[in-house]
């Protein structure tokens, strides 16, 4: 059998043991008889039943209870289950179990972490050896065979580390949450999917720190051009699992240096709103007595004067003018936010004003909805103008100048 994971599995397990064991002080005689034991060592009839035999030292799991309490995996009840799942994938949009292609975690012992390691190596088929064991192929068949130990008994050690409890074994130690249920309770324990949280940090250091990444980032540093662009991710945080320790967690955890990352979960910085859509009348939503008063205070005291000229009429005519811009400066902020911001199921605005701040077509169209909207901007400048004095507006000559100028500039109300 020629199976080029397997070679370099024993070949590195090899060099690993002979590094550890050499002294500079031993001679050659030394040195012949440390390889030899070596390779006896790790001959498959010396660390294949070793192997198996300590196999049920770790577990295969895709939700190790370890990363939410290193102490978490052992109670006075037993180990706790090691959770395998298995979702089929689903054409949904969602980020969960089954829709995301990860490896399988793996918790235990972390002097057993090489027997992991080794039904995990995928043969020159693509699929891993505790596959070909589970399916009893020809390879399974071929590797298990040894002297001194039936392929079977091999087997049989070699799949206690997937092997799945039938009993319910939770920790105090894993975080719980009672479901409500009609008249009682489910308590769940949640658990940390690793495969998928270090699949996404494998993403995120690709698309930050790859070598394509660092040549466009140093040319936009240098200002040179390039047809390629690439993606920056703010505020991440990296989180850490297990301390100086990583393996005690799980073998993803180890393999990636108990760090992972955090994408940016903070709640969403809402502007506070200055405009508003009207939900009823445009004059009452919209418009602030505030905005207006200086200009009806101003106009107040023109009219006040007791005579009356050139200056005067045409300082009472700015101020009519300043309150029109003011009315269509707020009706062209009104039409920015309609799109995102007026529900017609809900809105209970008048049809005129409707068609004033929403269709355009119509506005073009026809002039109906502009006459009734002249006559409520009238009727506001009067109830506004009164309630700014304290007072009522001195003559009904007031309300037709402003009238006057109201219809010289209708046209802007479009």
Partial sequence: MNQTALSNFFKDRKEAWIKKNLKTSMNEDEVFELKLKCEKLFSLQEWLPNAS???????????????SHPSSRKNKNGYV??????????EDGYLHSGNVDVKVDALGNAAALDVYKFLTLKMDDGLELIEHIKQDS??????????????????????????ESTDSVTSLR???????LENEYHLLSILTNSGIMYHLRHKLDEMRFSDEVKDLRDKKKKKEYSDDSFIEIYNLTTIGYGGTKPQNISVLNNQNGGKAHLLHSMPPLINKRDIYFPKKNFFTDSLRLWDFKESFLALDSIIKTDYNNKNIREGREYRYEEIIEKIIYKMYLIREVADEQYYEKTSMLKAH??????DSEKRIDSDEWLDKLLKETTSWFVRSFEKSIGKKVYNKSEIDNFKDILEKNKEAFR
């Fill in 53 to 67: 035999s300590r196999a049920k030292q770790i577990s295969m799991a895709t939700h190790p209870c370890t990363f």
């Fill in 81 to 90: 289950n090691p959770i395998i799942f298995q979702a089929k994938k689903r």
């Fill in 138 to 163: 020809n390879i399974a068949k071929e590797l298990l065979s040894i002297k001194n130990i039936s392929y079977t008994e091999l087997k049989k050690g070699f799949l206690e580390m997937i092997e």
């Fill in 174 to 180: 894993i975080k719980q949450v009672y479901f409500p």
């Fill in 353 to 358: 004003q409707k068609i004033w701040l929403l």
